[in-house]
């Protein structure tokens, strides 16, 4: 059973920065096509970014394209999301994905695993 723990999120203010850590527990994160997704209040959950197995392709929604970096570490199972230039619009709750599938989607559908999520707080 795989399990993913996220950490990080918190206050920040506009332009500022953070980085989101998911430890992946029960199995080894390289078999997994792993995303991060994000949920604002009375918004559904929409894409943010997604990275494959090996960490050599990556692809991000327009709206963080710039500003979010993911990256993933498979000797310490844990993938990461930088973020800089926060925005207010950027505040919701962050989760990370796990896709033990050869695909390369960016809906919720297409992963298989999800994390508890860490709130992001973004003040103008």
């Known amino acids: 059973q795989v399990q993913l723990v996220e950490s990080g999120g918190g206050l920040v203010q506009a332009g500022g920065s953070l980085r989101l850590s998911c430890v992946c527990s029960g199995r080894s994160l390289s078999m997994y096509r792993m995303g991060w997704f994000r949920q604002a209040p009375g918004k559904e959950r929409e894409f943010v970014a997604t990275?494959?197995?090996?960490?050599?392709?990556?692809y991000y929604a327009d709206a963080v394209k710039g500003r979010f970096t993911i990256s993933r570490d498979n000797a310490k199972n844990t993938m990461y999301l930088q973020m800089n230039s926060l925005k207010p619009e950027d505040t919701a709750v962050y989760y990370c994905?796990?896709?033990?599938?050869?695909?390369?989607?960016?809906?919720?559908?297409?992963?298989?695993?999800w994390g508890q999520g860490t709130q992001v707080t973004v003040s103008s």
């Open positions: 990275i494959n197995r090996s960490g050599g392709r990556t």
């Open positions: 994905a796990a896709d033990g599938g050869l695909r390369w989607g960016i809906t919720t559908t297409e992963f298989d695993y």
